[in-house]
Nanobody
Framework: QVQLVESGGGLVQAGGSLRLSCTAS?????MGWFRQAPGKEREFVAA????????SYTDSVKGRFTISRNNANNAVYLQMNTLKPEDTAVYYC????????????????WGQGTQVTVSS
């Protein structure tokens, strides 16, 4: 079983930046981030494959968020810039052994979540 440990959430003003980190207990093919706002379904944010060649983002974060990974540390990062109040959510790290597309059905393991709050 893969253990995922997330860090980096917090409270920031609109226009600010945060960097989320997630470390896996061992190497996995694809890593990514989802988020869930109060009263809403969990949604895909970004994903990256092992080689860093397949990267995808949901439209609302393109140009503002950057996903990256460090395979030596089994870690994935999400640099979030120009944050907006609508980015407020619990952010979950996720892994898949088979697909960088990372639909919910592809996810093998979830992290515990880290809160990101953007004030206006």
């Amino acid at each position: 079983q893969v253990q995922l440990v997330e860090s980096g959430g917090g409270l920031v003003q609109a226009g600010g930046s945060l960097r989320l980190s997630c470390t896996a207990s061992y190497s996995v093919y694809a890593m990514g981030w989802f988020r869930q706002a109060p009263g809403k379904e969990r949604e895909f944010v970004a994903a990256i494959d092992y080689e860093g060649e397949k990267i995808s983002y949901t439209d609302s974060v393109k140009g503002r968020f950057t996903i990256s990974r460090n395979n030596a540390n089994n870690a994935v990062y999400l640099q979030m810039n120009t944050l907006k109040p609508e980015d407020t959510a619990v952010y979950y790290c996720a892994t898949s052994f088979r697909s960088a597309r990372m639909s919910k059905s592809d996810i093998d393991y979830w992290g515990q979540g880290t809160q990101v709050t953007v004030s206006s």
